[in-house]
């Protein structure tokens, strides 16, 4: 059963068409890197798995179940969501914040029980444990980002789609963050993980999926996409590729494209 | 539970036990606050005839002068007091959380104002007397229009100064009407009573105004109480709210009805009572933590207790002329609000 069903996708917003036939089918226990470069409709494709922007036309299916039938706590429960930008307005405890990815969970009118197993084990696994009963507001830009993605671990959710989880951090906890996907994935779920650093979905992602100008351009092992000439057509990049103990890298260059 | 579980429920707990510490404490000094203002008064009234003229309900003829004091003057005076500030502190409480904007509040944001050319208009074509809910179902009505026009204004521009803009846009506009119907009031009386609106007291009420506002009120609570945990993941944005579960179409409704239930209720029978929403907020937020659900019941007990105290000390204070609760709330508010804009200013 596949965890992700998207047929003939399309997403326009006003008389822009943002997402254009896009088809594509994700199991189970899968990293998936959507790459591309910006304004490719990365993230207008995992607001529209959200239903946070509606579907233009195509099918989308979790589970097999159409995406439109879903209620909307048992889509929360179902996947879950770390956008781009994810602000939090009032200077509140982090294991408050990430408590609030139980909403789902807690009965409509009782309170969030913020020693929910699942906030302790997130908290752990971002390590932030230590951090909880700091606010939001004085945590580094680092802490910040891993308390945002402990808040969407904990719904323990099948799914999950993150937007740019390592835009903000140092290459330790890039790296730390990459092996909680890694391990969650892992753990037989799906991962939706939009990405610029294309070294490290490489050296992570099971599957890449390669976006321009709302279409995937690419899709398939990261051996098979994150190639030079498939780059430099994505990115008007030059890339330079390497390996290191048995494992291939890419490093974006220079910008332009190589003249043959 | 391992050990650092157990230093996990420490920490949370004593945040929880905090919250109901500060709520028993708000309700006992409200408790002790209304006793006071029971005695408060011109005429001295000593504990047990107050007690008995309270209590006791005897036929209209053989009431005592103390009775009807307490029963007809200082006790409807008191709980309309109560339930207004509360009405007020829950209302801006729960606009700060829908719009993630520690400046949001009824009467800054022209709901209050809104609500007072509603029930100007009720007394200028003389609606209040053709049915009971008359004057606050159109005080309700007009303050919903504002706050439905604040929140599409915030759907397309969510920061702060823009809100409070609008709000004083909005609010100005509401006044201008207001100063229009008294312009041309039929008659001194009504021009007399039109004032009232502007100027906001709880003199001179009776049950009567109770029985007008408190239906209202209370469902406008209820409203306010089941979206409390929606204001939470609001927290968050509405990206994250909406992926959480949050049906924000829904929620957005029911806390404007519920706002404009207290508020539009308040003003019906008190006039505009302004800043008691933003004040008492902000006074509890170090109490008892930011999230808005903790914030809603305290910022309720502190405005009840709130505008009491400042009830009692208008009716204190020396001078033939009573100063009105509206004015000294003013008093208070503009400079915490000052307060507030200056604290967000950089280099300050």
């Known amino acids: ?260 | 539970m391992n050990q650092d579980s157990g230093v996990l429920a420490e920490g949370i707990g004593a945040g929880t036990w905090n919250g109901s510490k500060v709520n028993a404490l708000l309700g006992s000094v409200l408790a002790v606050v209304c006793v006071v203002s029971l005695f408060a008064g011109y005429q001295p009234i000593g504990f047990w005839e107050a007690m008995t003229g309270l209590l006791s309900w005897p036929a209209e003829q053989d009431k005592s002068v103390s009775a009807i004091i307490m029963q007809e003057i200082r006790f409807p005076r008191t709980f309309l007091a109560v339930i207004i500030g509360a009405s007020l502190g829950a209302a801006g409480a729960a606009l700060q959380g829908l719009f993630r904007n520690p400046l949001a509040e009824p009467g800054i944001m022209g709901v209050s104002a809104s609500a007072g050319f509603g029930g100007v208009v009720s007394i200028y074509f003389g609606l209040g007397s053709l049915f009971w809910f008359a004057t606050p179902l159109i005080a309700i009505a007009s303050a919903s229009v504002t706050m439905t026009i604040l929140l599409l204004i915030s759907l397309r521009d969510t920061t702060p100064l823009t809100l409070i803009l609008a709000g004083v846009a909005l609010s100005s506009l509401a006044v201008s009407f207001t100063s229009l119907a008294m312009n041309l009031s039929p008659n001194p009386f009504a021009l007399s009573e039109m004032i009232f609106w502007l100027l906001g007291s709880v003199r001179d009420r009776s049950l009567v105004d109770v029985g007008i506002s408190l239906p209202f009120m209370a469902v406008g609570w209820g409203l306010l109480a089941v979206s409390r945990r929606s204001l939470d993941a609001l927290s968050l944005g509405e990206d994250v709210a909406q992926s959480l579960g949050v049906d924000l179409r829904r929620i957005r409704q029911m806390i404007i009805l519920g706002t404009t239930l207290c508020v539009g209720a308040s003003v019906a029978v008190a006039g505009a009572i302004g800043f008691v929403g933003l004040v008492v907020p902000h006074v509890m937020r170090p109490l008892v933590g930011h999230m808005p659900s903790s914030l809603l019941l305290p910022s309720a007990l502190g405005g009840g207790l709130l505008l009491l105290a400042a009830d009692i000390v208008v009716r204190l204070l020396p001078g033939n002329q009573e100063l009105m609760l509206g004015v000294l709330t003013s008093f208070i508010g503009v400079p915490f609000f000052l307060y507030l804009i200056l604290k967000r200013m950089p280099g300050l």
């Not at chain 1, 922007?53 to 099918?59: A, D, H, M, R, V």
């Not at chain 1, 971002?126 to 700091?134: A, C, E, G």
């Not at chain 1, 294309?198 to 099971?206: E, M, Q």
Request: charged share 25%; hydrophobic share 45%.
């Open chain 1, 1 to 260: 059963m596949n965890a992700i069903d998207l047929r003939n996708i399309r997403v326009q917003i006003e008389d822009r068409c943002i997402i254009r036939d896009l088809s594509l089918s994700i199991p189970r226990k899968t990293l998936v890197g959507i790459v591309g470069p910006n304004g490719a409709g990365k993230s207008t494709l995992a607001k529209s798995l959200l239903r946070l922007i509606g579907l233009s036309g195509g099918t989308a299916s979790i589970f097999e179940k159409p995406l439109s039938s879903y209620r909307r706590a048992e889509l929360a429960k179902t996947l879950s969501y770390l956008p781009q930008d994810a602000p939090v307005h009032w200077p509140i405890p982090a294991q408050d914040v990430v408590a609030l990815g139980r909403f789902a969970h807690s009965a409509t009118l009782g309170m969030l029980n913020k020693l929910d197993p699942p906030v302790e084990a997130a908290l752990r696994a971002t390590d932030t444990f230590d951090l909880r009963k700091r606010s939001v507001a004085h945590l580094s830009g680092g802490e910040y980002a891993r308390v945002m993605l402990a808040r969407a671990l904990a719904a323990e959710a099948p799914i999950l789609v993150v937007d740019e989880p390592i835009a903000s951090l140092d290459p330790y906890h890039q790296l730390h963050v990459m092996e909680i996907l890694r391990q969650y994935a892992d753990d037989n779920n799906t991962v939706l993980a939009i990405l610029h650093d294309l070294t490290l979905a490489g050296r992570f992602c099971d599957r890449i999926v390669l976006m321009k100008d709302g279409s995937i351009i690419g899709d398939g092992r990261p051996e098979e996409i994150l190639q030079r000439n498939i780059l430099e057509t994505a990115y008007q990049v030059v890339t330079v590729e390497g390996a290191h103990e048995g494992e291939r890298f890419v490093i974006p260059w220079k910008r332009g494209t190589i003249v043959i």
